[in-house]
């Protein structure tokens, strides 16, 4: 199984960090893809978790897959050098526990790296490799009429995700500090667009197209 946005990340992570993991815990797994991915890319051992046990990827030493809340982590203290989550806070409510719950987790000198759509964007959807032409349109249309109702918020059910500044504020309260890696993801994801990317960036027209944020960083009182 390959993901080129995990793959990113993973590069991100590795190459511009230069971080040393060696056990990784991935809120939100989904069907495995990413905890899978990141045990191989990174090298580490790696614990997912998800409400739901939908898993699909097979289990092999060094990566555990298990039911779990993210408000409510089955952990000890300090057990993980990572935490890495990928658009699951906009589906949490009571958010902030989560990070919280995050952060408890994290060791000394360990690390997060969390993404969530950009209430900001535009146009969403466009990278989703499993949906539809139709389907992409059917989600846009549905954001529009939440925004037009004022409803585009995660309380009123809307994927609708954080804006930069709602999300970094929420990291740093919670984590000590945030870096803003978008930019860096993007031009690793659309390597053959860079010119592009860099571009929309130049332009300030990156708070509205780039559909989602990325952010990393180290448990407060930690060097990243």
């Known amino acids: 199984m390959q993901d080129a946005k995990t793959e990113a990340l993973a590069n991100l992570l ?23 991915m990141l045990q ?14 939908g898993f699909e990827v097979a289990l092999t030493p060094g990566l555990d ?6 408000r409510d982590l089955q952990f000890d203290a ?3 050098d990572l935490v890495y989550s990928y658009h699951v806070l906009e589906h949490v409510p009571d958010y902030e526990r989560a ?44 954001d529009w009429k939440a925004r037009l109702r004022g409803r585009f918020r995660n309380e009123y059910g809307a994927h609708a995700g954080f804006t930069k500044g709602e ?10 500090s945030a870096q803003d890696v978008s930019l860096d993801y993007y031009r690793e994801v659309y390597s053959r667009h860079r010119h592009l990317i860099n571009g929309i960036a130049a ?13 990393v960083g180290p448990k407060e009182g930690t060097a990243l």
């Open 14 to 36: 590795r190459r511009k960090f230069g971080l040393s993991i060696k056990r990784i815990l991935v809120v939100g797994c989904g069907s495995g893809t990413e905890a899978s």
């Open 40 to 53: 191989k890319l990174l090298a580490a051992d790696v614990v997912g978790i998800d409400i739901d046990s």
């Open 65 to 70: 897959l298990r039911v779990g809340d993210a």
């Open 78 to 80: 300090g057990s993980f």
């Open 99 to 142: 990070l919280a719950e995050m952060r408890r987790v994290l060791s000394k000198g360990g690390h997060f790296c969390i993404g969530t759509p950009n209430r900001s964007r535009v146009v969403g959807y466009l990278g989703s490799k499993d949906a539809t032409l139709m389907d992409k349109i059917s989600w846009n249309r549905a």
């Open 167 to 176: 999300l970094q504020s929420a990291l740093e309260a919670a984590f000590g």
């Open 203 to 215: 332009s300030g027209l990156s708070r509205w197209v780039f559909p989602a944020l990325y952010f």
